[in-house]
């Protein structure tokens, strides 16, 4: 489809301009744009997006006030630049490949069509569709009256020069959307890291609340101020309950925090991560060294591979505790959530063995967190399988859930010693995890017990 542009024609005219403020061609200039046929995954990517306005208005010699940003991940992203001389503003739909944009200036110093320019490279946009309207004529207006609005309006302050501010106002949102719930971080606007593995887009941003976080594929992983629950909750109540761990394998874990905890446990003779994504280990040594110093460890064997492949060509009865810390069931995470790949955990697990992995959220993603559990009661029987919480403020729901598989006589509750949990929690200074915390994790609302009650029913119990 071809380009039309229906911009309108600049008109001409011979009489001399007018030193009067307000006797101008139009107060202001407003340019509507359709671009169609964009490039998804810059439609999808709110840091980009904003990026690509501020440079526009830049680009139309615009000043620059205030600049907001929504992304609503997976569905688009909108943002608006507020500047001296009125705004620009974008909403895109990835997924018909079209953005909306709205260029509206004032004064003779702006001009919008740079804007356009800019904005239509950018997009990578196949085609489009701009029209240009002139916003109060002054034909149809009379003079301007600055009388009785509050303050005198002296007629040489209007003519003063505008000195542009050095810095102005940001307001980015992250928003992270899971099924029918998702959260909304403000972050800084800057892209720290940013790489397209063969996986997935792997970012680095900093947030106002929660420092800075890991977002794959514009989903939040984790944020400095937050990861300890998920990271202390996933290692430390398998191993502080296994009558005798010495062998542990991480599948997935990039950012290192789960690697981090295990560590932590001297005894133990092997430690394994295998991790398929090299792009996320590099973002977060770079970025995230409070997690990723586990990847200074002697001690850890990291492997860059499959953990599908890993756990298949693994011999029996090799590991007496296996994590799965992946991210959620979709994109390179979801073939960790099968039937094949849990039986292998299961046949790779020593007499005592123990299977902990992620099992999503009874609030924020219902019929996951009950599909989910309901494998596990197929593979590891009824009475092996029990279901611990974790809270935490940058997952969609906030409520989330682990899944502690048992292959033997391994117990969370009734393997737990008080004294020696509180000990190691106080030796290392841990910020989420201790004996009561471990106890009362496995404690839930009567809602939540309904749907584990649900999900043995239809597992077969």
Not at 62 to 90: D, K, M, W
């Amino acid at each position: 489809m071809e380009s039309v542009d229906t911009k309108p024609k600049q008109e001409t005219t011979t009489q001399e301009p007018s030193k009067e403020i307000h006797n101008q061609e139009s107060l202001g200039r407003h340019v509507l744009v359709e671009y169609l046929g964009c490039d998804k995954d810059k439609l999808l990517d709110g840091a980009f997006i904003e990026e690509t306005m501020l440079a526009a208005a830049k680009q139309a010699g615009a000043t620059i006030v205030n600049c907001t940003t929504h992304s609503f991940y997976p569905f688009g992203c909108t943002c608006v630049v507020v500047i001296q001389e009125s705004h620009l503003a974008i909403h895109t739909w990835p997924c018909y490949r079209f953005a909306a944009v709205d260029l509206y200036t004032c004064g003779g110093e702006v001009e919008p069509w740079n804007a356009f320019n800019y904005i239509s490279k950018q997009l990578s946009c196949a085609s489009y569709s701009a029209v240009e309207f002139k916003r109060g004529m002054p034909s149809l207006l009379p003079p301007p009256d600055y009388t009785d609005l509050g303050s005198p309006v002296k007629e040489e302050a209007l003519k003063e020069e505008i000195v542009p501010q050095s810095k102005y106002n940001r307001h980015a949102w992250l928003n992270d959307v899971s099924g029918r719930v998702g959260v909304s971080l403000r972050i800084t606007g800057e892209i720290l890291y940013r790489k397209h593995s063969p996986f997935q887009r792997v970012e680095i941003f900093q947030s106002k609340q929660f420092g800075k976080m890991l977002v794959n594929d514009g989903i939040i992983m984790v944020t400095e101020e937050t990861e300890h629950s998920y990271h202390e909750m996933i290692a430390h109540v398998p191993l502080l309950t296994h009558p005798n761990p010495k062998r542990v394998l991480i599948i997935g874990g990039g950012d290192g925090g789960s690697a981090r905890e295990v560590l932590r446990h001297e005894q133990l003779e092997k430690v394994a991560e295998v991790e398929i994504d090299a792009a996320v280990i590099e973002a977060c040594k770079l970025h995230l060294p409070s997690m990723a110093c586990a990847y200074d460890n002697p001690r850890l064997e990291l492997l860059i591979d499959d953990g599908i492949k890993y756990v298949r060509e693994a011999a029996d009865e090799s590991f007496d505790l296996i994590l799965v810390d992946s991210t959620d069931p979709i994109g390179p995470g979801a073939v960790l959530f099968t039937d094949e790949f849990y039986g292998h955990c299961y046949r790779v697990l020593t007499k005592d063995g123990i299977l902990v992995t992620q099992n999503e959220s009874p609030t924020g993603t219902t019929e996951k967190f009950a599909e989910i559990y309901g494998r596990y009661l197929k593979i590891f029987g009824k009475d092996k399988v029990f279901c611990s919480k974790y809270h935490t403020p940058t997952y969609p729901g906030d409520y989330w859930t682990f899944s502690y598989c048992s292959k033997g006589d391994s117990h969370p509750l009734k393997g737990l010693d008080k004294e020696k949990s509180d000990a190691f929690s106080a030796k290392h200074d841990l910020k989420y995890y201790d004996a009561e915390t471990h106890r009362t994790a496995f404690i839930h609302p009567r809602y939540v017990k309904k749907m584990m009650k649900e999900a043995e029913t239809a597992a077969g119990f």
